[in-house]
């Protein structure tokens, strides 16, 4: 397993427990909502190597990244980002099921889906495979026909006239149980999740790689005021630094 050292604050040369590890990233306060975004970046800036983000990630991300789905209420993910990256239905292991069964959560996050024009598939494995009912985030100008197809399979949650009003739809899924929201990307959702002033927490993994000119930033969309942010903390495995940022 990829030993992770914590840099700041109190640094220690002790590589963290499990336990220790746990404690970086439980959340402060289940009842009180709150949208952490996970992300990795290249040293230089990059979201992705060949168009994809799997070419940034080494162990110690992959680690972070099955620990904050852990501790999460729900995975909410971009439709293009869902579709490009592959994803199928959202399971965990049986070690991380046992971890929320003794924390008191369910066994599964949902897997939240936020779409503008419904280009879902019904028949895919993020819906028919799917340990717990997917929610489907869209808004009033979205296909009408194709929200009910997938009320089939999913929550359909619409919010907004022409677009996506993010802060209501976020405020549903707290009265729904679902505070603790894990953003997965892409870009263009974390540039709305910006503009709306919804992020409380950014988990950054920055990789050893200089991918030069070309991949986009983790972010994207019009342009949005500064939201500033304090570090958490910073750790380090095998030359990644996992930073933790979190709202000012």
Known sequence: MTGMYRLWPEPDTTPLTDEQLLDCYLPPDRDHPRVRVNFVTSADGAVSVGGYSAG????ADKRVFGLVRMVCDAVMVGAGTLRHEGYGALR??????????????????PLVLVS?????????????????RPVVLT???????????????????????AELDLPAALAELAGRGLRQVLCEGGPHLLGSLTAADAVDELCLTVAPQLTGPGPGRITAGPPAAVRSLRLGHVLAADDNLLLRYVRG
């Open 92 to 109: 965990l292991d049986e070690r991380r099921r046992s971890w929320r069964r003794a924390a008191g959560l369910p066994e599964y996050p």
């Open 56 to 59: 940034l990630s080494g162990a």
């Open 139 to 161: 808004h009033g100008g979205s296909p009408a026909d194709r929200r009910r197809v997938l009320s089939q399979v999913a929550d359909v949650l619409v919010h907004g006239d």
């Open 116 to 132: 503008s024009r419904l280009e879902l598939d019904p028949g895919s494995a993020m819906f028919t495979d799917a340990p717990t």
